[in-house]
């Protein structure tokens, strides 16, 4: 069969289908303040936008999307930044009918249609610098992730930054704070999840390389570890209620490379790996044979590893 193919912006996501999108600050660096005499700081505002689309039709039928936007504005030592991505697809798979006398046996196939990314985001930083080398920060986010489990999980972060190395080429940050998360699941009948608050431990590093005045290179880790115990939470590892202090680590690396086309239009690579310890009990699948519910005793759950690899178009505003 022809094979339709239409991409406005290549976006790739290799790993599982339970892309776990939590919400993950990249460090502030303390740019340099342009102050005119006798005026106060200038208010630098900064604002891009990023997406892609790839549609297949034929043997494989899929239709995917992303979505993102960046905006801060900076004034003297203060900086607020927001931010803001959505993606989403669904495929169009093919199901094997059997005959119910004899389900060994296939006796036609059929398509459905099932979602195989369903996660939005949105988040929002205050930085404040107190000298070049050291800052306080403070943020809150809030986002959902259908395909993972997790219908609605968000919360906040406080702590210190302070910048390591900074040359013409380099800069390097680490952070450390506090953070609380709240966890709401996507509930399968005949059991009831309860939500999960989990205060933890922040820890990051990150830098950036200037490799040529067009392009730049940037790599992080991000790790958090709960501090507390998990009451309410399902174990991955028993699949009882109950998780204890260091046993739902969670961490984020990710490199990334972007390269300017003109003067506002710029391509980007970025690759992210997750790592969540205990994840979220797995929904009842979309295929699922008729099945309403999971036997006693039997709960799945999400991956501990997720991978994101994505090509995508950047224009800038201002």
Do not use: C
């Not at 459905?112 to 943020?139: H, M, Q, V």
């Not at 933890?200 to 880790?221: C, D, I, Q």
């Not at 009990?281 to 799945?300: D, E, K, R, V």
């Amino acid at each position: 069969m022809k094979r339709f193919l239409l991409i406005l912006v290549a976006t790739a996501v290799a790993g599982t289908a339970r892309a776990q999108s939590n919400p993950s600050f990249t460090f502030a660096k303390p740019e340099d303040v342009k102050v005119e005499a006798n005026k106060p700081p200038a208010v630098e505002w900064k604002a891009q936008v990023k997406g892609g689309v790839m549609v297949t039709s034929g043997n494989s039928e899929t239709t995917n999307g992303s979505f993102g936007v960046l905006a801060s504005r900076k004034q003297g030592n203060n900086k607020l930044a927001l931010e803001g991505d959505a993606a989403y697809g669904r495929s169009n798979v093919v199901q094997a009918n059997v005959d119910p006398n004899m389900p060994m046996q296939i006796v036609s196939v059929s398509r459905k249609d099932i979602d195989t990314t369903n996660n939005w985001l949105a988040k929002g930083r205050y930085d404040r610098f107190f000298t070049p080398n050291n800052s306080g920060y403070a943020s809150g986010q809030a986002a959902a992730d259908k395909i993972a489990g997790k219908s609605f999980f968000g919360g906040g972060q406080i702590g210190y930054s302070r910048q390591l190395y900074k040359s013409a080429m380099h800069l390097a940050v680490a952070e450390i704070g506090y953070d609380f998360s709240y966890e709401r699941y996507v509930q399968t009948p005949g059991k009831t999840l309860d939500p999960v608050s989990i205060h933890s431990a922040r820890l990051f590093a990150g830098e950036t390389l200037k490799l040529t005045p067009e392009t730049g290179f940037n790599a992080s880790v991000e790790a958090f570890l709960n501090l507390n115990k998990e009451n309410s939470a399902l174990n991955v590892s028993t699949g009882q209620v109950g998780v204890d202090s260091f046993h739902d680590t969670r961490i984020t690396g990710k490199l990334g490379v972007t390269t300017t086309l003109f003067k506002r239009l710029s391509i980007g690579f970025g690759f992210t790996v997750k790592y969540d310890q205990n994840p979220a009990p797995l929904p009842i699948p979309p295929l699922s044979n008729g099945a309403t519910m999971y036997a006693a005793g039997f709960q799945p759950f999400a991956e501990k590893v997720d991978t994101l690899t994505e090509l995508n178009l950047i224009y800038t505003f201002l």
